[in-house]
């Protein structure tokens, strides 16, 4: 599987420069040009896949396939040289690694790591090629989470989940005193099952660290959560969801408040939405999604793996108003589209820690992933700014 580690450039940077305006939020955006949003591709790595900035902002860490198809995680410097492997020298790590995030101190990092030991039970039959997807990082089957030191060399397990349960999406308070994940509560393997958002302390101590006072919290009672992180503050996090029922072009972007979980969803278009951050002001959030693409939309896990969505960038107000596109990889009418059998898709992303600046898993066609660092122009963000 051909994948790599990318870097994009859309020109020069304006949400970062702290410019403010007295625009009408009720005011309908302009139309933006596309070829506003001209895009270049320089390669860091190859393969790569999902990322997450260091807090020194010159490291990042990342999950890549081997030969044997299980991924591990890495750290690279930007400029593609360093590339150092963390998860090749536990036995208790065979399998998939990944999903790294930093904690803010930048000592640790947190990760899913698949447990060897559980075998699937489904009533499906399932090839082992599907078991290898169900089980990686971003399904997160038999996934537990697992704390390392930022060298790799110290490690402990955090969680410890049952036959066809698991862990998802790990992302540390903007203080480092919290963890947010997703966890299956109910496997349904022929299905989504039924996920919840964990919420814990996170301590370290003389032994190491820990997790403790972890909750529950199902908002809205959806079948389907997967989280994002958190808001600058702390304050409040943003997660995907599912209404019972649907299914993953049927996610939507919410915003939840942790003092009154009081929930605000913030899309409502029946498309793939995911990946929703705040920018590190605040002001704003960007995720991706499916929306104004014509593509097939899967019903099924196998449908989605053989025809993936093609996604795009958006921005919006934290309010959920003033949607905007930003990216334009599946406009064959634009300069920035990427011609790739299969067309673009967009995973997991991170924001640079003091600016504008995002390292993203970007997909071409069915297999290569590369992992894109995106600066966006002042006509794609002005109607922002």
């Given at each position: 599987m051909n994948r790599s580690i990318s870097i994009i450039t859309l020109g020069i940077l304006v949400i970062s420069c702290g410019?403010?305006?007295?625009?009408?939020?009720?005011?309908?955006l302009e139309e933006i040009d596309?070829?506003?949003?001209?895009?270049?591709?320089?390669?860091?790595?190859?393969?790569?896949?999902?990322?997450?900035?260091?807090?020194?902002?010159?490291?990042?860490?990342?999950?890549r396939a081997g030969t044997d198809g299980y991924l591990d995680i890495y750290v690279i410097h930007l400029d593609g040289t360093g590339a150092t492997c963390l998860t090749n020298t536990d036995?208790?790590?065979?399998?998939?690694?990944?999903?790294?995030?930093?904690?803010?101190?930048?000592?640790?990092?947190v990760f899913q790591s698949q447990n060897p030991d559980l075998e699937i039970e489904t009533p499906i039959d399932m090839s082992p090629d599907m078991e290898k997807f169900i089980t990686s990082p971003g399904i997160g089957i038999h996934n537990n989470l697992w704390i390392m030191t930022s060298d790799g060399t110290r490690r402990w397990q955090m969680t410890h989940v049952e036959k066809n349960h698991g862990a998802l999406h790990p992302h540390f308070s903007?203080?480092?005193?919290?963890?947010?994940?997703?966890?299956i509560i109910n496997p349904e393997l022929g299905g989504m099952g039924h996920w919840a958002i964990r919420l814990a302390d996170f301590t370290v101590d003389e032994n190491g660290p820990f997790l403790s006072n972890i909750q529950t919290i199902r908002p809205l009672d959806l079948q389907l959560y997967e989280v994002h992180g958190f808001s600058p503050d702390g304050m409040s996090i943003l997660f995907?969801?599912?209404?019972?029922?649907?299914?993953?072009y049927d996610m939507e972007i919410y915003l939840m408040d942790l003092t009154t979980h009081t929930v605000k969803r913030l899309?409502?278009?029946?498309?793939?939405?995911e990946h929703a951050h705040?920018?590190?002001?605040?002001?704003?959030?960007?995720?991706?999604?499916?929306?104004?693409?014509?593509?097939?939309?899967?019903?099924?896990l196998i449908e989605i793996i053989e025809n993936p969505p093609r996604l795009e960038y958006w921005i919006m107000d934290p309010d959920g108003t003033q949607k905007q596109r930003l990216s334009y990889f599946n406009d064959p009418f634009s300069p920035g589209f990427r011609d790739v059998s299969g067309g673009i898709g967009l995973g997991d992303f991170d924001i640079h820690p003091l600016e504008f600046k995002i390292v993203a898993k970007m997909r071409e066609g069915t297999q290569r992933e590369l992992t894109v660092l995106l600066l966006f122009s002042?006509?794609?963000?002005?109607?922002?700014s």
């Open positions: 410019c403010t305006g007295s625009r009408n939020p009720a005011e309908p596309p070829s506003t949003c001209i895009i270049h591709v320089e390669t860091i790595s190859d393969p790569g896949g999902r990322v997450s900035w260091h807090p020194d902002q010159n490291v990042i860490a990342f999950d036995p208790r790590l065979s399998h998939h690694n990944g999903n790294p995030s930093w904690h803010p101190s930048g000592r640790y990092l903007p203080d480092g005193t919290a963890l947010l994940w997703t966890e995907s969801g599912v209404e019972s029922g649907g299914y993953y899309t409502h278009n029946d498309e793939w939405d705040f920018t590190p002001d605040g002001s704003h959030i960007v995720w991706v999604s499916s929306e104004g693409i014509a593509q097939r939309k899967g019903k099924t002042h006509e794609c963000t002005s109607t922002h």
